[in-house]
Nanobody, 113 residues
């Protein structure tokens, strides 16, 4: 079964950090680009970051550039989103996604004092 499973979300104070993980199964993980998107209830999904297959190229939305870092560990079939200096506006459900293949179930990130 082709699957992505996110973990690592939670409640954090403004200025804090979190690391999200996305574990893949059922497909050749390293052969695909992977993206992170986030969504707030009542709003459309917002693209956050992308990493090219092989991990050589990374891209970020302006809203997270300099604060978030995307990476992959092909030996573990896992992608990560390291988030620092979190802001209340980063509050959302975060999804990892392999375009046109599979999206995970999401993990909630809440930034609040």
């Amino acid at each position: 079964e082709v699957q992505l499973v996110e973990s690592g979300g939670g409640l954090v104070r403004p200025g804090g950090s979190l690391r999200l993980s996305c574990e893949a199964s059922g497909f050749t993980f390293g052969a695909y680009d992977l993206i992170w998107v986030r969504q707030v209830p009542g709003k459309g999904p917002e693209w956050v970051s992308r990493i090219a297959s092989g991990g050589d190229s990374t891209y970020y939305a302006d809203s997270v550039k300099g604060r978030f870092t995307i990476s992959t560990d092909n030996a573990k079939n896992t992608a990560y989103l390291n988030m620092r200096n979190l802001k209340p506006e980063d509050t959302a459900v975060y999804y990892c996604d392999v375009p046109r293949l599979v999206r995970g179930q999401g993990t909630q990130v809440t930034v609040s004092s």
